[in-house]
């Protein structure tokens, strides 16, 4: 039987893992472990709970990206910017809901999505729904696979721990420098010309990527 501590440390530990900005480990990896050490538990169950608190910590990662980083370190101009992304956004809600979904099936990390979304200060409800949902799919197989995933690592050891860790720290960098690029891009250029710029400096200068 589950206790009401263990269920309250489960979800603040998924809850924590889905704050924080960069280099946390994937949250797949945290179900796993507990699928594996404790296999008295629902899967079914914790995939539920687990994708709960991710979709909580990734709706508080935004809202926290929308009041730091676009309120206080993001220019007038730059904030105008994402300001296209956002009504192109707000015209396809269907696609961007779907893309969501779409992106909570895979294991991939989805921190920096959340954080972009963030910065376009549209509404958490459209992306949070279908992220909650193809979460609990996600997480209720990594769950069931987790013996699986445990067998593989202990037959390849530290080989595929250090694959793993490198593939890691890599994708935290490439993912950091699609969010920048995504401020950095001249999106009503883009739209209007069908051509790709950095946004203008103040003083005037803008070269086409």
């Given at each position: 039987m589950v206790s009401l501590a263990e269920l309250v440390m489960f979800f603040a530990l998924i809850f924590t893992l889905n704050i924080i900005p960069a280099f946390a480990p994937p949250t797949w990896m945290a179900l796993s472990w507990i699928g594996f050490d404790h296999p008295q538990f629902n899967p079914v169950a914790v995939a539920v709970l687990g994708a709960l608190a991710a979709t909580s910590g990734r709706i508080?990662?935004?809202?926290?990206?929308?009041?730091i980083i676009r309120q206080r370190f993001m220019s007038a101009a730059t904030r105008a910017n994402i300001d296209i992304?956002?009504?192109?956004?707000?015209?396809?809600?269907?696609?961007?809901?779907?893309?969501?979904?779409?992106?909570?099936?895979?294991?991939?990390?989805?921190?920096?999505l959340f954080i972009a979304y963030g910065l376009t200060s549209l509404s958490m409800w459209l992306v949070a729904v279908p992220f909650f949902l193809?979460?609990?799919?996600?997480?209720?197989?990594?769950?069931?696979?987790?013996?699986?995933?445990?067998?593989?690592?202990?037959?390849?050891?530290?080989?595929?721990?250090?694959?793993?860790?490198i593939y890691f720290v890599l994708s935290q960098f490439f993912f950091i420098g699609v969010v920048y690029m995504l401020t950095r891009i001249d999106w009503k250029y883009l739209f209007l010309a069908k051509r790709l710029r950095w946004l203008r400096t103040e003083s005037g200068n803008s070269e086409p990527i």
């Amino acid at each position: 039987m589950v206790s009401l501590a263990e269920l309250v440390m489960f979800f603040a530990l998924i809850f924590t893992l889905n704050i924080i900005p960069a280099f946390a480990p994937p949250t797949w990896m945290a179900l796993s472990w507990i699928g594996f050490d404790h296999p008295q538990f629902n899967p079914v169950a914790v995939a539920v709970l687990g994708a709960l608190a991710a979709t909580s910590g990734r709706i508080v990662l935004a809202r926290l990206s929308r009041l730091i980083i676009r309120q206080r370190f993001m220019s007038a101009a730059t904030r105008a910017n994402i300001d296209i992304i956002k009504d192109k956004i707000d015209g396809h809600r269907t696609m961007t809901s779907g893309t969501f979904l779409v992106f909570a099936f895979s294991p991939f990390p989805s921190n920096y999505l959340f954080i972009a979304y963030g910065l376009t200060s549209l509404s958490m409800w459209l992306v949070a729904v279908p992220f909650f949902l193809g979460r609990c799919v996600s997480y209720t197989f990594f769950v069931y696979s987790a013996g699986e995933a445990a067998q593989y690592l202990a037959n390849y050891g530290p080989a595929a721990k250090q694959y793993f860790g490198i593939y890691f720290v890599l994708s935290q960098f490439f993912f950091i420098g699609v969010v920048y690029m995504l401020t950095r891009i001249d999106w009503k250029y883009l739209f209007l010309a069908k051509r790709l710029r950095w946004l203008r400096t103040e003083s005037g200068n803008s070269e086409p990527i």
